[in-house]
């Protein structure tokens, strides 16, 4: 009965969260550069190429930046929830929610002044991400339902809506048969900021420092950690949970809904692919920012470089499935190293040995409480 | 013939003796009682000999064979079988399956299980139904599939942890039947409990235990009688060192409850219609043993539990229908039975954990004022001597005495009128105890009305004006503790 478990951390690992990046990054850099090399690759030439297109210019940035937007947004989304332990796994809908909120707006409206209509959009394509989240909101907050079935089956609902939209009702009648929808109003497009990247890189860089600095330092921030570490702590001060649980998933719904309309207003119409699986990302996201808005920006910066250094290789002849893989690997060496932030692998013994290196409190004194005696 | 004999058993966990050289000899074919209060060890012993965890010294024998179980599994093969009071079942698993879980063969057929296991519910009078889904059972049905878990592997030894605490009387007298068809066929079953009546009606013999060691063992319960239990359980009246000065001037009413019932998720009245008051400066204490309402009761006084029906003011304010964070507000304190995860957030650091209940005013706006809650912080760990490492670290490595240095001090620091302390010093150390009674003697002098619950009569006796003590919910006796005697209030305790 001898064997390995995590056990957690009584406090994580001092500067645990760039420890562990740094450590997964070198991992699958090494691993990545065996799979190079097998396929006939120098790694030291791919990888530079990678750092090169990821941030080497000012077209680089503003490419890693524009990709890092969605996944910032939708990596916030999934950690506000997570901070109070619940879990939007619905981004991804909640994006695609948002997009289509706004290009309805845009259809109503397709002569409104420029600013005005990105206003309207964006703030259509936010409560089309909150109503979105509205359903399991309720759900869990009054009968106690599953957020994480709710909000994962309401992605294929939203990606099963834009599909009908863009092959029916919305489809352009000019793109001969294509499923795409018209194009914008050209004055629907954000403004450029540089090269690749236009304001909406600004606007969520303001949402994210907000929202890191209220999640940290704000009394509403204090209540959703005091519920996320324990309800019925919360409960004693006094906190509705209810109240609480409503509140944060469709801030939630609504912050993955930002993302879309941001997206939407970058692209000149609404297709079936408006969203590339940024939903599900920004779990990772928040995942490596161990479920704290404040960590969420570094995170989604460094993923998004990962991105367009893995689509950049491609072209030079590296196959997508080996850039897939190199992706794939930092993440996963960067998730196995944030798990060891938190937790460590202890031996354990025998059942009985294991129990008597623990604190006597009821989580960790398996099967039974201890009698104390006095 | 002896089919379970422990001897000189010990177990020490961080900080805390559990068992101090425990003996206990159970007779094949008996139905054996194991008393004692909470704390005494008896849960501990149980799980030694149930494999959960294995003794420092003293030896395991079934059937005269020594022998050392290194888990659970390797007690259940032997023929040891335990019915914990949280049941180990899978709710949406039937019957028939939650039996065969781990030891069936690897193929089978459903009807088959459900067959088998229906025969062997018949064979000990187990009404059950295979088929059902465990969800749908009511909690004596669910206690009767645990007890065919057991029999199915075969238990020759069956532990019953405090087994009626969940039951209906009716249900509970069902239980005597079984546990002594069990026995006829020439099983050992160990039954763990609190009331005096239930020992008598179900049980042959009863081993006493108090403080980690056994006191009495293998006495005919025949010979028991409420007044010899009491003493067994709660020890000999000991001279009590710093018994408080009691307060003479008791001031205007602080805590006053009336007629108040709680009711719990099965609809039993948990709390049954009880009235007390506190005034200020007084220390009431209530004692009783463990699952007779003081839980619920303190749970629905702070606004945790809904109120079925009553009221409870805080001098002379009714806040009934107040939420836990406004009825703190007016007045009211509350050092909940855990510490940590009620009182305490684990995950959050003292900073924080100090702030719990006035975050709102540290800090104008929207934003928590760092500095201040440092400060306050910085002040409760200066004035109860908090040892916590670094301040802004997770509070769950500290230990108890500390938690509840910080809990207790943060709950005093709102200067309430009323502090219902639950358990206010179980599982801590020596100078924890003394700490944590001082401050409460102290802030009873300064006017607080203070209503202590406790298991621990000693406590109890030093500390209170007066001394009510819980029985099935209700409040079964009143006594002065200059008075009273340990007897007595045993004896109310247990239900006599």
């Known amino acids: ?374 | 013939m002896t089919a379970v004999e422990l001897e000189g058993i010990w177990k020490r966990f961080p900080g805390v003796i559990a068992n101090a050289g425990a003996s206990l000899s159970v007779r094949s074919g008996t139905v054996h009682a194991v008393l004692g209060e909470n704390g005494a060890g008896k849960t501990t012993l149980m799980n030694v000999l149930a494999g959960v965890y294995t003794a420092d010294e003293g030896s395991v024998r079934l059937d005269g064979v020594e022998q050392r179980f290194a888990n659970p599994a390797a007690a259940i093969a032997a023929g040891v079988g335990m019915v914990y009071q949280e049941f180990r079942l899978i709710p949406t698993f039937s019957v028939a399956e939650n039996v065969a879980l781990g030891a069936a063969p690897a193929i089978v057929a459903k009807g088959a299980i459900e067959k088998q296991v229906g025969e062997l519910a018949e064979r000990f009078g187990l009404a059950t139904e295979p088929g059902r889904q465990v969800w749908q059972l009511s909690m004596g049905e669910r206690q009767r599939v645990e007890i065919l878990k057991a029999l199915w592997r075969d238990a020759k030894v069956l532990i019953l942890d405090e087994p009626t605490a969940v039951l209906t009387p009716a249900e509970a007298e069902e239980l005597g039947r079984i546990t002594s068809a069990m026995a006829s066929e020439g099983r050992s079953i160990i039954f763990i409990s609190h009331k005096l009546d239930e020992v008598k009606a179900f049980c042959d013999e009863a081993t006493v235990l108090r403080g980690g060691k056994t006191v009495a063992s293998s006495l005919p319960v025949d010979e028991l009688d409420p007044a010899s239990m009491a003493e067994l359980m709660v020890g000999e009246a000991t001279a009590v060192s710093q018994r408080r000065v009691r307060t003479t001037e008791v001031g205007a009413t602080a805590l006053s409850v009336t007629n108040v019932t709680v009711v719990d998720v099965h609809g039993r009245h948990v709390v049954d219609d009880v009235s007390l008051s506190v005034g200020a400066g007084e220390i009431v204490g209530i004692a009783g043993v463990a699952g007779n309402g003081q839980r619920p009761l303190a749970d629905a006084l702070a606004g945790l539990t809904s109120l079925r029906s009553g009221t409870v003011s805080v001098s002379g304010t009714d806040v009934s229908a107040l939420s836990p964070g406004d009825r703190n507000d007016a007045g009211l304190a509350y050092v909940p039975e855990d510490r940590l995860g009620v009182g305490l957030a684990p995950r959050m650091d003292a900073v924080e954990n100090a702030m719990m209940r006035n975050y709102k005013t540290l800090g104008s706006g929207a934003f928590v004022d760092r500095k201040a809650a440092f400060d306050q912080a910085e002040g409760l760990i200066d004035r109860y001597q908090i040892k916590v490492g670094k301040i802004d670290a997770p509070l769950a490595g500290l230990s108890g005495g500390n938690l509840q240095r910080l809990l207790v001090g943060r709950e005093l620091d709102g200067e309430p009128e009323v502090l219902i302390a639950a358990q206010p010093t179980r599982g801590l150390d020596v100078q924890g105890v003394a700490a944590i009674q001082n401050i409460l003697v102290e802030q009873a002098a300064a006017g607080v009305g203070i209503l202590l619950i406790s298991e621990d009569l000693e406590e109890l006796f030093a500390l209170s004006d007066r001394l009510l003590v819980m029985h099935e919910g209700k409040i079964a006796a009143n006594f002065d503790p200059d008075a009273a005697t340990r007897h007595a209030v045993g004896a109310a305790m247990t239900g006599a």
């Open chain 1, 1 to 374: 009965m001898f064997g390995y478990r995590l056990a957690r951390r009584e406090k994580p690992l001092p500067g645990g969260q760039l420890v562990a990046f740094l450590v997964g990054l070198t991992g699958a850099l090494i691993v990545g550069a065996i799979l190079l090399i097998a396929t006939g690759f120098s790694p030291i030439e791919i990888y530079i190429e990678m750092a090169d297109s990821a941030f080497g210019s000012r077209q680089a940035w503003s490419s890693t930046l524009t990709q890092a937007v969605p996944l910032g947004l939708a990596g916030l989304a999934v950690a506000v929830a997570g901070s109070m332990g619940l879990w939007n796994i619905g981004a991804e809908g909640q994006i695609i929610a948002g997009a289509i909120a706004g290009a309805w707006v845009a259809r109503l409206g397709p002569d409104l002044p420029g600013p005005l209509l990105i206003v309207i959009m964006l703030v259509a394509a936010v409560v089309g991400g909150g109503l979105l989240a509205l359903g399991p909101a309720l759900a869990r907050a009054h009968l106690g339902v599953n957020e994480i079935i709710t909000t994962l089956m309401l992605n294929e609902i939203a990606i099963r809506m834009v599909r009908y939209l863009v092959n029916g009702p919305w489809q352009d009648p000019t793109a001969v048969g294509f499923p795409v929808a018209p194009v914008l109003p050209e004055q629907a497009a954000l403004p450029v900021l540089f090269n690749r990247a236009n304001i909406g890189v600004l606007i969520a860089a303001v949402v994210l420092l907000v929202f890191g600095v209220f999640a940290s330092r704000s009394k509403w921030g204090f209540e959703l950690r005091v519920a996320g570490s324990s309800a019925k702590a919360a409960e004693y001060i006094g906190i509705s949970l209810k109240a609480k649980i409503m509140t944060v998933l469709i801030l939630s719904g609504s912050i993955a809904g930002l993302a879309g309309g941001i997206r939407l207003n970058s692209s000149d119409r609404i297709v079936e692919g408006i969203s590339e699986g940024w939903g599900f990302a920004g779990i990772i996201v928040a995942a490596l920012a161990l479920m704290r808005p404040s960590g969420v920006a570094a995170v989604a910066i460094a993923f998004g470089a990962l991105r367009v250094g893995g689509t950049a290789i491609q072209t030079q002849g590296v196959s997508a499935s080996i850039s897939d893989i190199i992706q794939a690997l930092v993440l996963m060496g960067a998730l196995a190293a944030a798990v060891f932030t938190t937790y460590q692998i202890t031996r354990v013994g025998s059942g009985g040995q294991a129990e008597d290196n623990s604190a006597p409190d009821v989580s960790a004194t398996g099967p039974a409480t201890i009698e104390a005696g006095q």
